[in-house]
């Protein structure tokens, strides 16, 4: 947990706690509306959760949603200012997933030449609308783990 944690004022807190519910209400909505339109001799939970983990796996490997968390809080980085802002990645573990999440249509990378040649990554459309997918959950665990608490 961040030290020290956060502290709002009890509106905006409450601000943040609505805008939650209304992510979890949608969500069911979106299951709801899959589930009500499928055939169900086909698209069985089976298929619905294998569906699931096969859109989920380019976040589940160690330091993908780190990354792309960074990028999508700190915009767009040089290599080594995004390295210094994820404490303990190697420069190999960092290159190669910038790579894999490039490849995976998450990341851009951007070459400006030079002299000297400047390279940036920031995140594609498809891994900017992640972030914004992704923020309410991260605003629910801030709240969850108090590393975010009302005045």
Same mark, same amino acid.
């Given at each position: &947990?961040?030290?020290?944690? &956060?502290? +709002?004022? !009890? #509106?905006?807190?409450?601000e943040?706690? @609505?805008?939650?519910?209304?992510?979890?209400?949608?969500?069911? !909505?979106?299951?709801? =509306?899959?589930?009500? @339109?499928?055939?169900?001799?086909?698209?069985?939970?089976?298929?619905?959760?294998?569906? /699931?983990?096969?859109a +989920?796996?380019?976040?589940?490997?160690?330091?993908?949603?780190?990354? *792309?968390?960074?990028?999508?809080?700190a $915009?767009? $980085? $040089?290599? @080594?200012? %995004? $390295?210094?802002? %994820?404490?303990?990645i190697?420069?190999?573990? %960092?290159?190669?997933?910038?790579?894999? +999440?490039? +490849?995976?249509? %998450?990341?851009?990378?951007?070459?400006?030449?030079?002299?000297?040649?400047?390279?940036?990554? !920031? =995140?594609?459309?498809?891994? #900017?609308?992640?972030?914004?997918? *992704?923020?309410? *959950?991260? /605003?629910?665990?801030?709240? #969850?783990?108090?590393?975010?608490? !009302?005045?």
């Amino acid at each position: &947990m961040p030290n020290p944690p &956060m502290t +709002l004022n !009890k #509106n905006v807190y409450y601000e943040i706690e @609505n805008a939650i519910v209304t992510t979890e209400q949608l969500g069911s !909505k979106v299951r709801q =509306l899959f589930r009500n @339109n499928s055939d169900n001799d086909v698209y069985d939970i089976s298929w619905e959760v294998e569906a /699931a983990v096969e859109a +989920l796996d380019v976040f589940a490997s160690r330091w993908t949603i780190e990354i *792309l968390a960074t990028l999508y809080i700190a $915009r767009e $980085r $040089r290599f @080594n200012e %995004l $390295r210094r802002l %994820l404490v303990g990645i190697s420069s190999r573990t %960092l290159s190669d997933k910038l790579t894999y +999440l490039r +490849l995976a249509g %998450l990341v851009d990378r951007i070459v400006v030449d030079g002299p000297p040649v400047k390279v940036t990554y !920031k =995140l594609t459309e498809h891994g #900017n609308r992640s972030g914004c997918l *992704l923020s309410p *959950l991260v /605003a629910y665990m801030k709240l #969850n783990n108090e590393s975010v608490k !009302k005045s």
